[in-house]
C-alpha cells in the first residue's frame, strides 16, 4: 500500500485540457485549424484568450510563457503582430458573438495605457463582442499606476486577476517577488473606485520558506480586500522545464505533508470566510457567477482554470496561447520571433496541437466532471459514446490504493471524491487518463 505522501507526490497534470497541452504535436498546423475555424457552427459563442509573454523581472517560481524585457521595443513590436494576427482571425470568425474576453501573460499590464485602449479598439473592431461579455485581464500589481487602472476601466475590464502568491518577506526574498500588502491594497482600491468590482486574488502555497503561519498572515490579509474570488495553486516546480527555478532553494520547499498540510488550512480559512470552494483550487462568494456555475453543474475547466465560460470555442491570440476547438486543441508558436514569422507571411501562427477522438472526449468529458465536480457518473457520460461502467474496469483497478484510502468511493455507477480528499482529485482523474503512462512528459506533485 503506497503511504500517503507517496501518493501525493504522484507527478499528474492540472487538467486544463484533456489530451493535455504535452501530446500536442507537429501534426496540426494552421491549415488543419483554419478548416475548424470555418466549420464552426453559426453562431457558436467565442471565448478569447490574449497572450502577451512579457514582465518587467522575473519571479523564480513562473512557470508561464514569459520573458523579462526592460524596454518598451519588443512590446510595441510584438503588439504589431498581434494586431495582424486579431485581423487575421476576426477575418475568420469575427461574425461569432464573443462572451468572455480573457488577457493573460506574462503581464499585460506591461502595456502602456495607450495601447491597452488600442488593444481594446482592434478586439471591438474585428470581433462582435456581445453586450455584458466578461473581460478579465491578470494584473501584476507592483508599481501599477493610476492611468493604467484608468486604461483598464475605459476599455470596459470588469474582472480583474490580481497575482499575490505570499505577503512573507522571506517568501517574497525566495521567489524574487517583492510586493507589499500595502501596495497590493491600493491597486485593489483604485480598481474599485474605477468601477471595476469583480477582483480575483491569486496565492500559492508550497513555496520556498512557506509555513501555517505564512499562509494564515497571507489568507487574513487578502480576506481584508474582499475579494469575490481566490485561486490557491500547488506551487508547480519544475526546474528542468523552467531553467530559473533552479534559482529556488529545494532544500527550503515544504515537502509533500506540510503542502496537503497548507492546502488544508488555506481551505478551511477561506471556507470559515463564507467562500465556497470550487472544484481543486478556486474559492468564490456563494453569488458569484463560479459558485452559481457550480451548484447547477455548469461549471467548466480551461486555461485559465475554473470557468462559469460556456462558449463551445476557445481562440488563443498571441505567441503560445493555446485555442479548445470542437474539433481539438491548437496551440500557437511559443518563441515569439517563430510567431511573428508566421503572422506576417499570413498564416495561422500554429505550432502544435491534437484532433480529440471520441476516446479522447469521453475521457476529458470524466477528467472535466471530476475536476469540477468531485464527481463523475460513467454510465451516464458514457452513454453518448455507448460506453458505461463496465468498460472502465482497469481504471477502477488503478484507483483502488485511492479507493482504499478514501480518497475516492464508487457509488453504483458514480465516482465521488469526498470533499475532504479535494486535494486528491488530480490522481483519481489521472486514472483516465491514457497519454499519462506513455508519457516522458514530467508533471509537478499532485499537491
Ligand atoms: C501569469 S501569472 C499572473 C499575472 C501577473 N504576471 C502576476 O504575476 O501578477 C498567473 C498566475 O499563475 C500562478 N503561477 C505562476 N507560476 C506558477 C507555478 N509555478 N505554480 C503555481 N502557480 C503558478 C500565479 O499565482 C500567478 O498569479
Ligand atoms: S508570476 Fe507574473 S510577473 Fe512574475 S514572472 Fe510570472 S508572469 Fe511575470
Redesign the pocket.
Known sequence: MPSHSELFSARVPRYTSYPTAPHFHAGVGGETVRGWLADLPRPAKLSLYLHIPF?D???W??G?H?KVVNHYTPLASYLDFLFTEIGNIGALVGGHPVTHMHWG???PTMLSPADVKKLKTALAEHFEIAPGAEFAVEI?PRGLKDEMVAALAEAGLNRASI?VQDFDETVQKAIN?IQPFDETRRVVNALRAAGIRAINIDLIYGLPHQTLANVKRTIELSLSMAPQRFAVFGYAHVPHFKKHMQLIDEKVLPDAEARLEQFELAHSLLSAAGYVPIGLDHFALPDDDLAVAQKAGRLARNFQGYTPDDAPALIGLGASAISALPQGYAQNKTEVPDYRKAVQAGELAVARGIVLTDDDRLRRAIIERLMCDLEADLDRLGAPFGKSFADFRPEIETLKPLIAEGYVAVDRSRLVVPPSARAAVRLVAAAFDVYLAKSKAVHAVAV
Do not use: A
Request: charged share 15%; glycine share 22%; aromatic share 8%.
Open positions: 514582465c523581472t522575473l519571479c517560481f513562473c508561464c514569459t501573460g506574462g503581464s501584476d497575482g517577488r
